[in-house]
């Protein structure tokens, strides 16, 4: 992010279609895959969002700015017909800034990609949910999400992360690890191993049902963190973003993403096992959001595949993790020998306090599903 001075950051925002001039650029936001900046031009009324997007992690940058511009288009679209108010409009959907020759997002001499939204201004992100409130709108945000896209065919949205959550190809690469064995650290865990083994079968769940035709394969966001949703100043969900990773996919994926984190007490890492317990408020508030939305479009296959989602994504991040340390930390960003070790292990013993709450975590979904029969 410090490569880039402020004058040649001026001079990229100036590439795009902006009203005024530019005053100020500045970092912005807590993301940690592109870089995003603030953009304050001389015009005053609307504020920009200078992204430069991450090309290391997304290979094909014209197929997610397709995705993005297709997924934009067709929710406004939406939006303007159910909410006929076309002032929300574009504090409900990003609106994204093409450059001055009409491109969707401008490539500067050294190969990087830049791309441009409108900032919507009184709006946060957080990183951690802190009340049911939050939660609830998250739900509701990514519910709505799902929902407004459900009419637009998903053969026009390319897979942009091949494979991004098949457990079956993640496992594969556990288990090439294992048998590289390039760190020598295989010897160190046999019991995350035997644990991860013991639910091979299990985990595979969501991918069975679809391979008998029984879940529909739909646009999904597939970041489904809560630091990608904009709340206003009352905690109300204005905004879904970070809209990269939208792909073809199982509402089960985008479920179980967002309740990974939002039903942890632990933070990811946690070096306390005790520590890593569950908040049933906090997933109870969620489902009763995302239900709110959702529940106009999903099937009865896809409401009990929900928890398979629950229960598989702590399991699949838990594998990566695990695989990463196998492989001598290459991929994610340790502060301290055996922190891959570490993230493994709270994340599974996230998929332990999930099995052993399991009846009752069902019981709320269905319960909540109920409500709309
Ligand atoms: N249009 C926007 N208006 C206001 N803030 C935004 C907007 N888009 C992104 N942000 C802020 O910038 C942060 C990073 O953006 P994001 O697109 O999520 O990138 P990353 O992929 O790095 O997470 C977000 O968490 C949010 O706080
Ligand atoms: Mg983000």
């Keep these: 992010m410090n490569d880039f001075n402020p004058e040649q950051l001026a001079t990229l925002a100036s590439e795009f279609e902006i009203e005024g ?12 895959i592109n870089d995003t900046f603030r953009v304050v031009t001389d015009e005053g009324a609307t504020h920009y969002l200078l992204q430069r997007v991450n090309h290391h992690v997304f290979k094909d ?4 700015m397709d995705n993005i511009q297709r997924v934009t288009n067709h929710l406004k679209t939406r939006y303007a017909i159910e909410f006929k108010d076309n002032d929300q ?9 093409p450059t001055i020759g009409g491109e969707s997002c401008h490539r500067d001499e050294l190969n990087n990609f830049w791309r441009m939204f409108i900032l919507l201004e009184g709006t946060r992100s957080y990183d951690i949910v802190e009340t049911p409130q939050q939660a609830r709108e998250g739900g509701r945000a990514f519910g709505q999400f ?6 637009l065919d ?4 390319h897979e942009v992360l091949p494979d991004f959550h098949h457990i079956g190809n993640r496992l594969a690469q556990l288990n090439s690890a294992i048998r590289a064995n390039p760190a020598d650290r295989v010897k160190r865990v046999p019991e995350e191993l035997a644990f991860i083994k013991a639910r091979e079968r299990r985990m595979h769940a ?7 035709g029984r879940l529909p394969i739909r646009i999904t966001h597939n970041d489904t963190k809560f630091n990608n949703v904009l709340l206003d100043a009352d905690d109300r969900a204005q905004c879904v973003i970070d809209l990269d990773t939208v792909m073809p996919g199982y509402v089960a994926y985008d479920f179980g993403d967002a309740i990974r984190t939002i039903i942890n007490c632990a933070a990811e ?7 890593v317990r569950l908040n049933v408020p906090l997933f109870e508030a969620y489902a009763d959001g995302y239900f709110e939305e959702a529940h106009y479009f999903l099937t009865a ?4 595949s929900l928890m398979e989602g629950v229960l598989l994504f702590p399991y699949m991040q838990a594998v990566r993790f695990l695989t990463d340390f196998l492989e001598g930390d290459h991929y994610y960003k340790v502060h301290h020998a055996d922190h891959n070790l570490q993230r493994t292990r709270a994340q599974l013993k996230l998929v332990s306090e999930l099995e052993a709450r399991e009846p009752a975590l069902r019981a709320i979904v269905a319960r909540v599903a109920a409500g709309y029969q």
Excluded at 61 to 64: D, E, F, R, V
């Design 61 to 64: 940058i014209a197929a997610i």
């Design 146 to 151: 799902q929902r407004l896209l459900a009419d």
């Design 269 to 275: 890492d946690e070096a306390d096992l005790d520590k």
């Design 301 to 304: 296959d896809e409401v009990a």
């Design 89 to 97: 409009i574009d504090r409900r959907v990003l609106t994204l800034i």
């Design 21 to 32: 001039r530019v005053v100020s650029v500045s970092a912005f936001g807590s993301g940690h």
């Design 206 to 212: 969501i991918l069975d049902l679809a391979a008998q």
């Design 154 to 157: 998903v053969g026009l949205i």
